[in-house]
């Protein structure tokens, strides 16, 4: 009931063009309001009703408000201020950057990225969010803002290259327009250097933003951007399948990703020796055991599985047999149930894409399989009934 009537009491109050100083003042201003929670709130809700009453204020009033905003946020040492003056900064940019009414900002914007690791951040979490907010204005400095971003990822401090991993994943998002494809070709290769350090510190956040990055430049370019760099992207998706440390949901992400690559780009793959080192990454995850909880769901497991099947169908069998056929013989007798119930999944799943290769010797894959139906899991004896549907199909 309380918070209800304080909620009602704020929508009253910021209705008022009155309310926008006094709430202006707390976010600005560290000796008028000591307390970063409150100067933080007041940001986001200054944010969420400024532009309502905007016009209502003089053209000197509003450049003074835009040329503070602009000055405390590059001395602010708060990130939670930070962040709340950045989102206010990107709800006035654009309203008044289109128009030509904040000339300064860009310019600011630059210089705050040859200054201090803190005014580096909040400047590409600018950029990041202004191009998500007005690609089509954003988009024409491309080029500049790839450099910005670059710099950043390079940057020894962790909150620069997260928001310089974020602020790419908003370019690409944003700005799909040819230019600004190919200036962020250049930023793969230190994304993914960040990428491949966050993963041995345990930071799947960093490692979900650049595997999502690459998936929106396959979903937009159809590989190109991404062709040039598949000798370090390929690696670095195997690296984080088999690294059991990442979030599973990062490693889902990644087997996605992989799934588009055989898809698309099997003979480059292929061409350049990738398969090996995809296919054993695939096996190792297939042997991990699941929760209980997540046994029935597509979980790591099953996009695993899957993503061998289409490795299978869409690589030489020549290249994928030896390494999964080796497989299946080792783990169809080792002491781990998850283990067993791999060697039937993949010799189920290569089944159509091996068929030709496997014919040779079918009988001693069925041998295999009829050695596993007598297992004691339930789960294992499941799987090769599935398994020997596929083989005889």
Request: aromatic share 4%; proline share 5%.
């Amino acid at each position: 009931q309380v918070i209800r009537q304080a909620e009602e009491g704020l929508k009253q109050v910021t209705a008022q063009p009155a309310c926008v100083q006094p709430l202006f003042t707390c976010a600005v201003d560290a000796t008028a309001c000591p307390h970063p929670q409150l100067r933080q709130l007041a940001a986001i809700v200054l944010r969420k009703k400024i532009m309502r009453h905007w016009r209502k204020f003089t053209y000197a009033d509003r450049n003074a408000m835009q040329a503070t905003i602009l000055s405390v946020l590059r001395g602010e040492q708060s990130a939670p201020v930070r962040a709340g003056l950045v989102g206010l900064v990107v709800v006035i940019a654009k309203a008044t950057l289109p128009s030509r009414q904040w000339d300064e900002l860009l310019p600011t914007i630059n210089t705050m990225t040859n200054a201090t690791p803190i005014e580096q951040e909040s400047a590409i979490r600018l950029i990041g969010e202004l191009t998500e907010t007005m690609p089509h204005i954003m988009g024409e400095h491309a080029q500049v803002l790839s450099g910005v971003i670059g710099a950043g990822l390079g940057s020894p401090h962790g909150p620069v290259q997260k928001a310089s991993l974020i602020a790419m994943t908003q370019l690409v998002e944003g700005c799909d327009n040819e230019e600004a494809l190919d200036a962020v070709r250049n930023l793969i290769p230190p994304a993914l250097q960040v990428a491949q350090a966050a993963t041995t510190n345990g930071q799947s956040e960093a490692v979900g933003r650049v595997i999502e990055m690459l998936s929106l430049l396959a979903e937009q370019t159809a590989a190109p951007v991404l062709q040039p760099h598949l000798s370090i992207i390929v690696p670095f998706c195997s690296h984080v399948l088999s690294d059991a440390g990442v979030d599973d949901g990062v490693r889902i992400q990644a087997l996605e990703f992989v799934r588009w690559l055989v898809h698309t780009r099997p003979k480059s793959l292929n061409k350049k020796g990738m398969v090996p080192a995809l296919v054993q990454a695939l096996l190792e995850v297939s042997c991990e055991e699941e929760d209980e909880d997540e046994a029935d769901e597509a979980g790591l497991f099953r996009y695993a599985i899957f993503t061998l099947d289409s490795v299978a169908c869409n690589a030489p069998s020549r290249v994928v047999l030896p390494a999964t056929a080796a497989f299946v013989h080792q783990q169809s007798t080792s002491t781990e149930w998850a283990c067993r119930r791999a060697a039937a999944c993949v010799l189920g799943v290569i089944a159509e894409g091996c068929e030709n290769k496997m014919r040779k010797s079918i009988g001693d894959w069925i041998q295999s399989l009829l050695r596993l139906l007598s297992d004691a899991e339930p789960r294992v004896r499941a799987e090769v009934i599935i398994a020997q549907l596929r083989v005889i199909s």
